[in-house]
């Protein structure tokens, strides 16, 4: 029964109370509905969920002794959950430092493989720097050669009748000693001449030899 000294409003705001709380709720998941999406996970953020798995994972037996200890004997619940909380942090700088370790690993791993490829590359480039040069060496002495060929037919174009003195000397001097003749210095006249562009041609005429 309603008591009487109850007023119309207090009745009516006692009739709404039920309804407030799912009212609020409704407008709350209305106005943030991002709430319920996940968050993408970043490459850190991934590291830290292993992070943390891994810390603590092998505690979960222990906190559920720690939570039946503690309804049992409060007293000695207290100084076993802060044995067990040292325990936890050496526990998770341990497991900080190793993930820290696997990260280093992959890390020279990679430089390792990086490494080896460039010094094959390395090894590649000399190798063909190498064969380049001695391409370059052979080519050389190719020209060289082709070169002294080409200036001794050049030569012999230009000057085909281009003596040697001192041979012609000593052809002179062994045909008039076959013949009984002491060749004079006289009887050998030079006469020179100029062919086009500047080459100079020497002709000899022999007098006596007959």
């Not at 906190?63 to 049992?72: G, I, M, N, S």
């Not at 820290?100 to 720097?129: C, F, M, P, T, W």
Request: hydrophobic residues 30%; negative net charge.
């Amino acid at each position: 029964m309603d008591s009487p000294n109850s007023s119309p409003d207090q009745e009516k705001q006692g009739e709404q109370q039920p309804n407030e709380l799912p009212i609020l709720n409704d407008k709350d998941h209305n106005l943030e509905p991002s709430d319920h999406v996940p968050p993408l996970t970043s490459p850190s953020q991934h590291e830290e969920e292993t992070r943390h798995t891994l810390a603590t994972e092998p505690f979960q037996p222990t906190w559920k002794v720690l939570a039946d200890l503690e309804r049992d004997d409060p007293k000695f619940a207290f100084p076993a959950a802060r044995l067990v909380g040292l325990y936890r942090r050496l526990w998770e700088s341990c497991v900080s430092k190793h993930i820290d370790v696997q990260k280093i690993d992959q890390s020279n791993e990679i430089l390792k493989e990086a490494g080896a490829y460039l010094r094959k590359e390395r090894d590649g480039l000399q190798l063909h720097h190498e064969k380049q040069l001695a391409r370059l060496r052979f080519f050389g002495q190719a020209l060289e050669s082709s070169r002294e060929r080409l200036i001794s037919l050049l030569d012999d174009w230009n000057y085909p009748y281009s003596p040697n003195l001192a041979g012609l000397s000593d052809v002179a001097r062994e045909a008039r000693g076959a013949r009984g003749i002491t060749p004079h210095p006289k009887q050998v006249i030079y006469s020179r001449g100029f062919l086009q562009e500047g080459h100079q041609i020497v002709i000899i005429h022999y007098r006596g030899l007959d």
